[in-house]
């Protein structure tokens, strides 16, 4: 059974900006964390952002101030909003949802993945 899916990625231009949205069932959407991953050609996957139950958000120290986190209750649904946009934010990024305790950047502690939505930013 798919728990998440992913959509929005896409190609773009330095500079520019993509939404990614990440739809989930219910049960998982409901879970105690939601966060974006990256993974780039040859690079260990990334963690982007999470946000917890209460709205609570955590980002990346590298990314805080173009990316943000954000998610649609009514819908089940995960965001991220991607601005100024650079070529090395190239990945294929993943919802992940689940987290029981642990580091919110440890992609270990996370139960359930989608399948990931692909990033190309051209310079």
């Known amino acids: 059974q798919v728990h998440l899916l992913e959509s929005g990625g896409g190609s773009v231009q330095a500079g520019g900006s993509l939404r990614l949205s990440c739809l989930a069932t219910?049960?998982?959407?409901?879970?105690?964390?939601l966060a974006w991953f990256r993974q780039a050609p040859g690079k260990e996957l990334e963690g982007v952002a999470t946000?917890?139950?209460?709205?609570?958000?955590n980002y990346a120290d590298s990314l805080k101030g173009r990316f943000a986190i954000s998610k649609d209750n009514a819908k089940s649904t995960l965001y991220l909003q991607m601005n100024s946009l650079k070529s090395e934010d190239s990945a294929m990024y993943f919802c992940?949802?689940?987290?029981?305790?642990?580091?919110?950047?440890?992609?270990?502690?996370?139960?359930?993945w989608g399948q990931g939505t692909q990033v190309t930013v051209s310079s």
């Open positions: 946000i917890e139950r209460d709205g609570r958000t």
């Open positions: 992940a949802a689940d987290r029981p305790g642990g580091s919110w950047y440890n992609p270990d502690e996370y139960r359930y």
């Open positions: 219910p049960y998982v959407y409901g879970s105690s964390s």
